[in-house]
């Protein structure tokens, strides 16, 4: 605290003159009585108050952009802001800005193929209902290929599902090739040879993907409960760890070991549902199904 000498007032309550001021508080006290006279300090913090991080995400209206790529676009240009009707003269001007506007985002060859692509992404990410990091992520990875000139010559739309779940696999997402060419509308065999060109071509070091983070959306879409998944789970990091699942596809592990831990819980559900919820067929159910029971009746895990 120190000594409010500019401006020399007296305390209302006690009379006294010995009114110090607080550099922390931004206000006026009196030292004899402790009255505070004068708050000067403007609280610029929002008006809320979080107690998690989830909150404060939720609750704040307003932040940085997310991605360096991306940027505000005019929006309806016969109207404000608010709502209201713009007057004719300013609706053309507004339409102008808007042509003014695309043609200096999309200046360059690059620039138009960067901007498609995001729109193709946009509407994938949407449709997988998958987060910003994985949206972020794919822009770069599409991005470095943009540069390398992996997309010359190549469908933008193939390189971008590629990108996507290159993104994916990157962040630890599990999301199916199926799954992405099913939102997509192309064939898995064209996103596999795209994805395959930018792992070599960029050097991407992708982790394999792990079985059991597959069971959750599988078993939620024919109703097993969570003791089923705890069970496959623990069947599937057992036969990981004697390298079982070396060379199997993940999605076949997980629809495989929650056929077995339904079974063992007492909660059979029939081959067909989940080879429909996992997109795997029955054979490859059966096949691997056999082969994680016979693993764990050796050892004893059931």
Known sequence: MIKDN???RVCPECRGVDIVYDL????QVCSGCGLVILSLKIDDG???????QEERESRTRASLPLTPVTSTLIGSPNRDSRGNQLSQPKTFQMIRLQQLQKQIRTQGSMERNLSQAITELDGLISKLHLSNIVHEEAIRIYQQALERDLVKGRNINDMVAASLYAACRLTGVPRALTEVSEYSSISKREIARS???????LNMDIPNPDARQRIPRIADSVGMSEKVQRKAVEILTAAKNAR??????????AASALYLAGI???E?????????ASGVTEVTIRNVYHELKEFIH???LI
């Open 268 to 276: 059979k559900v029939t081959q067909e549902a989940i080879s429909e």
């Open 244 to 253: 079982i699942t070396l060379g199997k596809h993940p999605v076949g592990l």
């Open 46 to 52: 929002p008006e809320w108050r979080a107690f998690s």
């Open 298 to 300: 050796s050892k004893n």
């Open 24 to 27: 922390e508080s931004g206000e």
């Open 6 to 8: 500019l401006q020399p």
């Open 264 to 266: 063992l819980c007492g």
């Open 195 to 201: 994805y395959r060109i930018i792992q070599t071509e």
